[in-house]
Every structure is written in C-alpha cells, then in structure tokens.
C-alpha cells in the first residue's frame, strides 16, 4: 500500500490542526483518521482496527504515522510537533 506523500501528510496537518481548532472535544487520533480517510479511503481502510488505527485509541498515534505515511511526510509531521498544539 502507498504511503501519504509529503503533500498529502501536509494536508492532513492542517486538517487535523482545523478540526481541534473548532471542536474541543474531537480527539487527535479521530481526527487522523477521519481525514486520512477524506485523503486516501484505501489506506484507511488498510488500517482500520489494527494496531495502526489511533480512531479509539491516540496511544496508536505514532504507529498510524509510520504505517501511513512516506519518510518525507514523516519528517514534515515531526517538525510541526513543536507548533502543533499552540492555538
């Protein structure tokens, strides 16, 4: 299965910073799944009820990252960490 490209885990991004942004209660690994799914259905589906689906559980946050997606958007991902959360 391919993995988000750069772009795409970008998109995710701001799509999940979005979603936090207007509903306090939604969680971080709701939030990536949902919008892995709006980005990529398959893939998605690839992960659902794994142990890579963060959708119950955000403990499984940095095993969907790696399932998910490429070294490149990894590392985009990770830079955003530091940021992620500031409103």
Known sequence: MEKLT????????D????DVLENKFIRMGQSLFNNL?????TLADSIRATNSD???NNELIGSF?????????L?????QIPTFFQK
């Open 6 to 13: 750069e772009e795409q885990a970008r998109e995710l991004i």
């Open 15 to 18: 799509r999940v910073k979005a």
């Open 37 to 41: 799914y709006a980005i990529n259905p």
């Open 54 to 56: 963060p959708f119950y």
């Open 65 to 73: 990252l790696q399932a998910t997606v490429s070294d490149e958007g």
């Open 75 to 79: 590392l985009y991902i990770y830079c």
